[in-house]
């Protein structure tokens, strides 16, 4: 047990479980605004799960399916499993594992939630393979995490409404376009290895300029999701202050210089995605 116990950490660890909070508020978003409010408790804690279950999958599965691919990069073979923490079986394990839980969570929810389960864990573990074969992989991922608000709503509602779709597009933009300048400082490793991603394919000047031309959809994206719910001035003063922090983001990095490029992705990130969640929230909670 106290092994188990060590490989488990090691693997939360390695997959950063505390990083589903990227996608989570902008689920959470689409959970209020389907139930017009707060969702019943029981609905949002069987959410958490699926979100948790679900990113913890896609992350294992990620490094179960890269391991080989970790090693030769000197940025990732300290990993676990190219390090030898852990073996590929463990986290294999853990894999299946993270996906039976978010198919009972699923469950929990509606039967629409249960029967799409496995639709969304094909995108989810897809995206793993998708490097190998697309420049484009970037939007894999990003439709990985863009298909959470689309499926809190499904969790509230039992169905989907279009409209919910275009912060799915937003949010898939969004992902795509930090995956863009996260992948910046993999060039000369993608290169050697024949993998593919925009910055190998039109050089990193040239990927930053897509990520900022997908961060700018984005914005145009949220304000259509605002026409569309009829948004008020808290939420629209929201929209604002992500696309504050996205200019932010993108000052903290340039093609020439790279150092702060995990406190763009990791904390920028999460903190725009709480705003969003919270001046939404807000102009909810003013309405009522």
Same mark, same amino acid.
């Given at each position: 047990?106290?092994?188990? =116990? ?5 693997? +939360? ?9 990227? &996608? ?26 699926? !979100?948790?279950? $679900?990113? /913890?999958? &896609?992350m294992a599965f990620n490094r179960w399916a ?38 009972? @969570? ?14 969304? +864990?094909?995108? +989810? ?16 991922? *990003? ?6 608000? $689309? $499926? @809190? =709503?499904?969790?509230?509602? %039992? ?10 597009? @937003?949010?898939?933009?969004?992902? #795509? ?5 996260? @992948? ?7 290169? &050697? ?12 000047? *040239? ?10 959809? !984005?914005?145009?994206?949220?304000? =259509? ?12 003063? %929201?929209?604002? $202050?992500? *696309? ?11 093609? #020439? ?30 309405? /009522?």
């Amino acid at each position: 047990m106290p092994g188990l =116990w060590t490989r488990t950490r090691t693997t +939360l660890e390695m997959i950063k479980w505390e990083h589903s909070i990227f &996608a989570l508020p902008f689920a959470l978003t689409a959970a209020i605004l389907a139930a017009g409010g707060l969702p019943a408790w029981r609905t949002i804690a069987w959410i958490l799960v699926a !979100m948790v279950a $679900a990113r /913890s999958c &896609a992350m294992a599965f990620n490094r179960w399916a890269d391991a080989d691919l970790d090693a030769a990069n000197p940025r990732t073979r300290t990993r676990a499993i190219p390090a030898g923490l852990l073996t590929r079986r463990f986290v294999l394990g853990f894999t299946v594992l993270a996906a039976l839980v978010f198919v009972l @969570a699923s469950a929990q929810l509606n039967r629409l939630t249960l029967y799409l389960s496995p639709l969304v +864990l094909v995108v +989810l573990l897809g995206y793993s393979y998708m490097k190998r074969i697309s420049r484009w992989s970037h939007l894999v991922l *990003g439709l990985a995490l863009g298909l959470a608000p $689309a $499926a @809190a =709503w499904i969790a509230v509602r %039992g169905s989907l409404d279009p409209r919910i779709l275009v912060l799915t597009a @937003a949010v898939t933009l969004w992902t #795509g376009g930090f995956d863009v300048l996260y @992948a910046c400082q993999d060039f000369e490793h993608d290169r &050697a290895a024949g993998l593919y991603s925009l910055p190998q394919s039109i050089g990193i000047p *040239g990927a930053f300029s897509a990520a900022r031309a997908m961060h700018l959809a !984005m914005l145009g994206l949220l304000v =259509w999701f605002g026409l569309l719910f009829h948004f008020r001035t808290v939420a629209w003063i %929201g929209i604002a $202050a992500v *696309g504050l922090l996205l200019a932010y983001e993108h000052s903290l990095v340039s093609p #020439g210089d790279l150092r702060r490029l995990n406190a763009a992705f990791f904390t920028m990130n999460g903190v725009i995605a709480t705003v969003f969640l919270a001046f939404v929230a807000a102009d909810l909670w003013l309405r /009522s």
